[in-house]
């Protein structure tokens, strides 16, 4: 009885994780699954878009790359100031993967990349103007973003330079 007990529980903890994760873009472009609950929250927080939703969504990403679709498909029904931060945030976040030189941070980037398939025009644009696509060896990271209202010392991107 333990161990069925023991076997019961391990099923469940390795299958948590997937019941709760993140939804994601199928092949034909329909996001499968519900956008994950920190996305949502974020842009209930910043509805105007911004400064604080681009380095939010950026730091999200680059701590978890798999809710790039999650980011994505919410951005498609977000307003235009949401869309241009997401963009941004993304190519930030992207950009960070980027200077990052192990096979993870290139799977993360391409992974990034790959929602943007997804994205509406205007996310899109806002992405390419963030990565100044007319250079794409030109990767350098930009200065730090700080979230406004957490303090002047709590800096969002570590691809920004001696850490931040």
């Not at 241009?84 to 960070?96: F, H, K, N, P, T």
């Not at 007319?134 to 990767?139: E, H, P, S, V, W």
């Amino acid at each position: 009885m333990g161990k069925l007990l023991l076997i019961v529980c391990v099923a469940m903890g390795l299958l948590a994780p997937t019941a709760a994760g993140a939804g994601e873009f199928n092949p034909q472009g329909q996001f499968i699954g519900r956008v994950d609950d920190q996305v949502t929250m974020l842009l209930a927080q910043f509805p105007d878009g911004g400064p604080g939703l681009r380095a939010a969504i950026a730091l999200l990403l680059e701590s978890d790359p798999d809710l790039a679709d999650d980011v994505v498909f919410a951005s498609n029904s977000g307003t235009e100031g949401q869309k241009q931060a997401i963009g941004l945030a993304i190519a930030d976040a992207a950009r960070y993967f980027a200077t990052c030189v192990t096979a993870l941070c290139q799977i993360a980037e391409a992974r990034l990349r790959q929602a943007l398939i997804f994205a509406d025009d205007d996310t899109r644009t806002a992405f390419v103007d963030g990565t100044n696509a007319n250079t794409a060896l030109d990767i350098r990271p930009t200065p730090p973003v700080y979230i406004p209202g957490i303090g002047a010392t709590t800096c969002v991107s570590p691809a920004a330079p001696n850490g931040c």
